[in-house]
């Protein structure tokens, strides 16, 4: 069965850090490309970051480019998503998404047919 579980959220200050975890089944993992997306209470999900099944090629938004960084962990089927200088409009609920091979690194939301229940940000001010 195919699973995403993500977590790491939270709450922080402005300028905090998290690091937010997913933990994939092999059958979500495997060859796949994946991604963070988000979503903010009264918006659209958006895309935060996206990386190839080889952890080579990484993708990530304009509005959280030099902030945020992807990575995957190949040996424990991991995916990361460090965060730093959080800001308020970063709080959301921010969500693990697996795209099947053949990929490419995406930033679009249609790509992706696995996805996770999602785990909490939130950023004070």
């Known amino acids: 069965q195919v699973q995403l579980v993500e977590s790491g959220g939270g709450s922080v200050e402005t300028g905090g850090s998290l690091r937010l975890s997913c933990a994939a089944s092999?059958?979500?993992?495997?060859?796949?490309?994946m991604a963070w997306f988000r979503q903010a209470p009264g918006k659209e999900r958006e895309a935060v970051a996206a990386i190839s099944p080889s952890g080579m090629r990484t993708g990530v938004a304009d509005s959280v480019k030099g902030r945020f960084a992807i990575s995957r962990d190949d040996v424990k089927e991991m995916l990361y998503l460090q965060m730093n200088s959080l800001q308020p409009e970063d709080t959301a609920m921010y969500y693990c998404?697996?795209?099947?091979?053949?990929?490419?690194?995406?930033?679009?939301?249609?790509?992706?047919?696995?996805w996770g229940q999602g785990t909490q940000v939130t950023v004070s001010s």
């Open positions: 092999r059958d979500a993992y495997s060859s796949s490309c």
């Open positions: 998404a697996a795209a099947p091979a053949p990929c490419a690194v995406s930033l679009i939301e249609d790509r992706y047919t696995n």
